[in-house]
C-alpha cells in the first residue's frame, strides 16, 4: 500500500507570495495517477490537478503540477486570497486502496 | 460533473447501524465507479469504499472491512453505505464521490455527518 506524506504541515503566506506544496510517496506512482484537491472549511474537497500536471475544468492557470515517480509538487503562482485553504494530494486508480496524504494547511501570514 | 446528495447521517449508538446514500443528478451515474471518503472531526481524508459502474466489484478501507457494503441501484442513481457494528472511531462526515476516468474524483457530495456515541 502506497502511503502518501506532505510538507510542510503549515505554510504561512501573504497574498501574491509563492506557495510550493510537496507530496511524497512511499513507492512510485504508477501512471502518474496523482491528484491534487483543495479544501475550504465546511466544503467538500474541490478536484485542482489530476494525472499529476492536468488542470481541472475551471481550475485557475496559477495553479501548477509537477513531478513523477515518489516526488510531486502543486504549485501556486501568486496567492489569492481564496486560495487559503488545506490541499491533499491523492494517489489514484483502479487498485484501491486510493491514499489520500495527511494534507498541508496554507494559512495566511 | 454531476449533482451528489448525501443523506442517512445522525447520531447511532455503539454497535448499532446506519445506511447512507448518495443520489446523483445530471449526469451519467451507471457509467462511473462510485466512492465512499470519510473525514473525522478536525482530521484529514480516508477512503472508505469503492463500487464499480455496474456493482460487480467492490473494494473496502481495512478499517471498515466486513462491517460496511457498498452497494449501489442505478435505476435509481443512488449509492448506498450499509454501515454495522458502528465504533466511535466510525465518527465522520462521509462524502460521495464520482471516480471519473483513471479514476480522480471530479465530483463530490457535500457530506452527511455520522456520529456514533453512547
Known amino acids: 500500500e502506497i502511503v502518501l506524506t506532505q510538507s510542510p504541515g503549515t505554510l504561512s503566506l501573504s497574498p501574491g507570495e509563492r506557495a510550493t506544496l510537496s507530496c511524497r510517496a512511499s513507492?512510485?506512482?504508477?501512471?502518474?495517477?496523482l491528484a491534487w484537491y483543495q479544501q475550504k472549511p465546511g466544503q467538500a474537497p474541490r478536484l485542482l490537478i489530476y494525472?499529476?500536471?492536468i488542470r481541472a475544468t475551471g481550475i485557475p492557470d496559477r495553479f501548477s503540477g509537477s513531478g513523477s515517480g515518489t516526488d510531486f509538487t502543486l504549485t501556486i503562482s501568486r496567492l489569492e486570497p481564496e486560495d487559503f485553504a488545506v490541499y491533499y494530494c491523492q494517489k489514484y486508480g483502479s487498485s484501491p486502496p486510493n491514499t489520500f496524504g495527511p494534507g498541508t494547511k496554507l494559512e495566511i501570514k | 460533473q454531476v449533482h451528489l446528495v448525501e443523506s442517512g447521517g445522525g447520531m447511532v449508538q455503539p454497535g448499532r447501524s446506519l445506511r447512507l446514500s448518495c443520489t446523483a443528478s445530471?449526469?451519467?451515474?451507471?457509467?462511473?465507479?462510485m466512492h465512499w471518503v470519510r473525514q473525522a472531526p478536525g482530521k484529514g481524508l480516508e477512503w472508505v469504499a469503492i463500487i464499480w459502474n455496474d456493482g460487480t466489484t467492490k473494494y473496502y478501507a481495512d478499517s471498515v472491512q466486513g462491517r460496511f457494503s457498498i452497494s449501489r441501484d442505478n435505476s435509481k442513481n443512488t449509492l448506498f453505505l450499509q454501515m454495522n457494528s458502528l465504533r466511535a472511531e466510525d465518527t465522520a462526515v462521509y462524502f460521495c464521490a464520482r471516480h471519473y476516468f483513471d479514476g480522480w474524483y471530479d465530483s463530490w457530495g457535500q457530506g452527511t455527518l455520522v456520529t456514533v456515541s453512547s
Open positions: 513507492q512510485s506512482v504508477s501512471s502518474g495517477y
Open positions: 494525472g499529476v500536471s
Open positions: 445530471g449526469g451519467d451515474f451507471s457509467r462511473h465507479g
